[in-house]
């Protein structure tokens, strides 16, 4: 067993080197306690803790107890919002589409919409199966439509990591499964979403490799309609689901393209600490276009409120180590958006981050070695995260991500997105460019298919299997953190 010393060394190595996990730790169990809260006793957790912090305000601890009184006042608005919707078997009525409507499978719409329900506007989750597409199809965010079905109030779960949960964090007032979606009434369009139809129809048009283009805008703009069920299913097995959704993969990056681009072109006269600080603006800029280009949503949003915190500690704190910076993103994050480590994208973007400052900190200098070990690292310690949530793992996903990933998305992101926006302003030349990455896309597609027919591309882990495997996952990570730990102390 571990002793209570080395617990208490792990303890004060933390507190020295990345004193801002304390908070978010903190933080962390404040939000869990007030879950289980009700507003009789919600004043008596604030007096508690605040007590905490008064009597260990000179003792060890105190950063965990400041945490935790700030985690239950964060969550004070969710602890008085109370749904006072009535569940109905026949209702109807008129709201605005938030954003695009997901098409998870064939036959089937998801979308949010903002309703006129009781007293207010209440946000209601629609699914819908089997209806007349002539419909469905014509929805887009900002149309306004008539909806009717069977309403169901969402209600707070006893399980905060529960589907439930996650719909009530959001914000979800109801559920309602539609029997009918009437033709959209009006449109209220703006400029992001006009550009982005103009650059769907304009790629469509120039180029006849429609698997090639789909590709293109699921992978550059995120769309996610655009997609055969064949596709979805075999990026999914083997493991480059992120590759097909725009989320905090691609803003990042986005990002590091624009980085390494203005390394490259930086002049040698220069003083190089301030052209990197301007350029890392610069490239936050670019990055805060591409994001509300692509529609602003929460998981590319999240991407890039986590690159700006990272940026601002490496201008503010440049002697800070990679470790503390990473959790004062995650404090940030976690001021700005309450209980945001229920949810599975915050931690997968988070394990993603620390395993790209552990695989640079074991490769050092080494270019080769650096992206290997960055691949490998992100690799361990997002498997970790899905294998614990789904028990999803493929053995496959490492070479895959190791060779094709950062290499396709870049492709699409980068040279794919600009060859599509020179296209809908007529530059000479960019539909070429655009046939040329549509043609490799689907390439690409031909070899994923074809892998996805061995048996060995994945699996569901379930029981002793799903125990191993996250095990050994978590032996991996902690080597990887140890190598990481030692090649920095050498370097120091």
Request: charged share 15%; proline share 3%; glycine share 8%.
């Amino acid at each position: 067993m571990v002793s209570l010393s080395k617990i208490t060394l792990l303890y004060l190595g933390l507190r020295r080197s990345m004193p801002a996990m304390l908070l978010t730790v903190g933080i962390l169990l404040g939000e869990v306690v007030s879950w289980y809260l009700s507003s009789r006793t919600f004043g008596l957790a604030l007096v508690v803790a605040g007590g905490l912090v008064l009597f260990l305000s000179r003792r060890r601890f105190v950063e965990v107890a400041a945490g935790a009184l700030v985690g239950i006042v964060l969550s004070t608005p969710m602890q008085f919002r109370d749904s006072k919707l009535v569940g109905s078997e026949d209702v109807s009525f008129q709201g605005v589409v938030r954003e695009t409507p997901r098409r998870t499978i064939p036959g089937q719409v998801v979308f949010e919409l903002d309703a006129a329900l009781g007293q207010g506007q209440s946000l209601v989750r629609c699914r819908a199966i089997d209806l007349p597409w002539r419909n469905s199809a014509l929805l887009v965010a900002g149309a306004t439509v008539v909806v009717r079905g069977a309403l169901k109030p969402t209600l707070k779960p006893i399980n905060p990591i529960s589907w439930e949960g996650w719909l009530w964090r959001r914000g979800v007032d109801a559920e309602c499964k539609a029997l009918f979606i009437s033709k959209p009434i009006e449109f209220r369009s703006d400029w992001v979403t006009s550009l982005r139809e103009t650059l769907r129809e304009t790629s469509l048009a120039l180029t006849d490799n429609e698997r090639g283009v789909a590709l293109l805008l699921s992978m550059a703009l995120g769309y996610r309609d655009v997609l055969s069920p064949t596709i979805e299913r075999a990026f999914s097995t083997l493991g480059l689901t992120h590759l097909l959704v725009v989320s905090g993969y691609q803003v990042s990056m986005v990002f590091g393209c624009v980085l390494v681009i203005g390394m490259v072109i930086a002049p040698r006269g220069s003083t190089f600490r301030y052209w990197r600080e301007g350029l890392r603006m610069v490239a936050l800029c670019l990055t805060l276009a591409y994001v509300v280009m692509i529609g602003a949503e929460m998981s590319s949003v999240r991407a890039f409120i986590a690159a700006t915190f990272i940026c601002s500690q490496q201008i503010c704190e440049t002697r800070s180590s990679f470790a503390q910076r990473w959790a004062v993103a995650l404090l940030l994050m976690q001021l700005v958006w309450p209980y945001c480590l229920f949810d599975i994208g915050v931690v997968l973007t988070f394990a993603a981050l620390a395993g790209i400052g552990t695989g640079a900190a074991i490769g050092g200098r080494r270019k080769m070695v650096t992206w290997v070990a960055v691949t490998c690292s992100v690799w361990v310690f997002t498997s970790l995260i899905v294998v614990l949530w789904n028990g999803a793992f493929s053995l496959v996903s490492v070479p895959m991500n190791l060779f094709i990933a950062a290499p396709w998305s870049a492709l699409n992101c980068t040279a794919g997105l600009a060859s599509l926006l020179a296209a809908a302003f007529g530059v000479p030349g960019a539909p070429y460019v655009l046939s040329l990455i549509a043609g490799v896309n689907s390439l690409l597609s031909e070899v994923l298919l074809w892998i996805v027919e061995f048996p060995f591309a994945g699996w569901i882990l379930v029981g002793v299997h799903r125990i191993v495997v996250a095990a050994t996952l978590s032996l991996l990570g902690a080597v990887l953190l140890g190598c990481a730990y030692r090649a920095r102390q050498m370097r120091v």
